[in-house]
């Protein structure tokens, strides 16, 4: 694919370097923008930038884990923290965690362009291993919420700074598939920890293993970043031409510097360094590509998938499935899906598999729904309830959990990607918050069938959200989006 110029080269400039001199001359930059006609880095080996990826995903394995680590060992930790049977304080354990990322994800984005994203990561492994331990050591209630608040400050941080990181490193041709890993790591989180929590009932104490073990990963990214790239498009932003230039023949090979250069140059327009603010996210310029962000990771979060998660040992308890079964199917499912995702992510598009993924999960609440009131009590009741579970985790695989971190990463603008990411991750993590806090609570008031049904709506919400404002992204450079949404904010 070739990039057509958007206006004369007159109308770029290069960045100055915060010593004043540019990186390379203006001659130079001439060149840079003739060669805009060269073949850009679409076709670039995308092996240089997967190993970058892969440890960038540790952060979204960390994410699943620390989600699913209080799954299957709550009752124990009830039991041992002396607050069984109290159905709030169980939901402060899990919810407490994600109070802590609603903290982080606020300043996620003022480090990451700060300090850059390599630092940033190191950073949020901190708190994850701070938090760890105390939560492993504590033997009151209060450690315990302590603990995870702190951990929570780390997958705060964390997540938002990985979907930045992998599109901004990642060829555009497989940038989808890349985004992908984040989905898929949280995945193997929420497997790893469901299955380390299974001999929480025979080995007295096992669920401090469980909090001790994600030590390990969150120590692993922080040394592992020392050996990666740091992203391009931060040191252009920061005015240090010469070291992004580096970074991009690490990541896309010495032949592709000058296009993948030229396109950065393409979408400069001066004002890298300018403050952004929370009312400029809101109702600035920009504000339309916020609301999307915004509001499709609230109806990620008002569609109950993390319900499923948190609480699916408990659920499927109630239907007089064994929790550890139901426990690995759900991993599975999740699993697959995402590698689905995958496959299909730079083929169909990220608009196609939302679509299809909100239809999919609107659907299988109507299973749930005819479980819980025509059938109850019956054999077809425990098949359609199962079934409509794993239907419904299949779908959110597929699209509504991958596709709105990669997407919102490509379609922010870099001049607001850090800030405006971590805005919409603050939303995420409020709802996330709500559903953790009250969903088992919403449960016993309204009963399966009403509650269910008030999920399904906000999946069908999406379906029409997303056919309505959502553009399509696969294939197209960070740059070519960023122009193609000027006129609209």
């Not at 770029?12 to 060269?38: A, I």
């Amino acid at each position: 694919m070739r990039v057509q110029p958007h206006g004369s080269p007159s109308m770029y400039k290069r960045m100055p370097s915060r010593d004043g001199t540019n990186s390379v001359d203006s001659e130079d930059d001439s060149e840079f923008l003739q060669d805009e006609m060269v073949q850009e880095s679409t076709d670039s080996p995308s092996g240089n930038s997967l190993p970058y990826v892969l440890v960038a995903s540790i952060v979204s394995f960390l994410f699943g884990y620390h989600l699913g680590v209080v799954n299957e060992p709550l009752e124990s930790i009830s039991h041992d923290l002396g607050f069984n049977g109290n159905s709030l304080a169980e939901g402060l354990v899990v919810s407490t965690c994600l109070g802590g990322a609603f903290i982080g994800s606020l300043f996620s984005g003022w480090i990451a362009d700060e300090f850059g994203r390599r630092r940033t990561f190191q950073l949020c492994a901190l708190p994850m291993i701070i938090g760890a331990a105390c939560s492993a050591t504590t033997s009151t209630l209060t450690g315990m919420l302590v603990g995870r608040f702190i951990v929570g400050i780390g997958l705060g941080i964390g997540p938002p700074v990985a979907s930045l990181y992998i599109t901004e490193v990642s060829p555009p041709s497989v940038r989808g598939t890349y985004g992908s890993f984040i989905q898929i790591s949280t995945c193997f989180g929420l497997m790893g920890a469901l299955l380390i929590g299974i001999p929480v009932k025979s080995i007295p104490g096992w669920w401090r293993i469980c909090f001790w073990l994600s030590t390990i990963p969150s120590t692993v990214l922080a040394l592992s970043m020392i050996f990666c790239a740091e992203s391009p498009h931060w040191l252009y932003k920061k005015g240090r031409n010469a070291e992004a230039e580096v970074e991009f023949q690490k990541l896309l090979g010495p032949a592709n510097v000058r296009s993948a250069m030229a396109e950065l140059l393409k979408s400069d327009r001066g004002d890298e360094n300018d403050t952004v603010t929370i009312s400029e996210l809101i109702s600035g310029r920009h504000s339309r590509v916020v609301f999307i962000g915004s509001t499709l990771f609230a109806l990620q979060q008002l569609s109950g998938i993390n319900a499923v998660f948190y609480f699916s040992s408990t659920v499927f308890r109630s239907a007089g499935v064994s929790s550890n079964l139901a426990n690995a199917f759900v991993g599975i499912v999740n699993l697959f899906g995402s590698f689905i995702a995958l496959l299909l992510m730079d083929k169909l598009g990220r608009k196609v598999l939302l679509l299809w993924s909100f239809f999919g999960m609107a659907i299988s609440t109507v299973f749930q729904v005819i479980a819980a009131g025509l059938f109850a009590s019956t054999s077809a009741s425990l098949y359609l309830s199962v079934g409509g579970m794993l239907m419904f985790v299949f779908s959110f695989a597929i699209g509504a959990g991958p596709v709105p971190g990669l997407l919102l990463s490509e379609i922010f603008p870099s001049r607001i990607r850090a800030k405006a990411m971590a805005f919409c991750m603050s939303v995420h993590w409020v709802f996330n918050f709500m559903v953790g806090l009250l969903f088992l609570r919403l449960l016993e008031l309204m009963g399966p069938q009403l509650l269910y049904s008030v999920l399904g709506t906000f999946c069908l919400v999406g379906v029409v959200f997303v056919k309505k404002h959502v553009m399509e992204t696969k294939g197209k450079t960070l740059q070519e989006i960023e122009i193609a949404l000027l006129p609209q904010v």
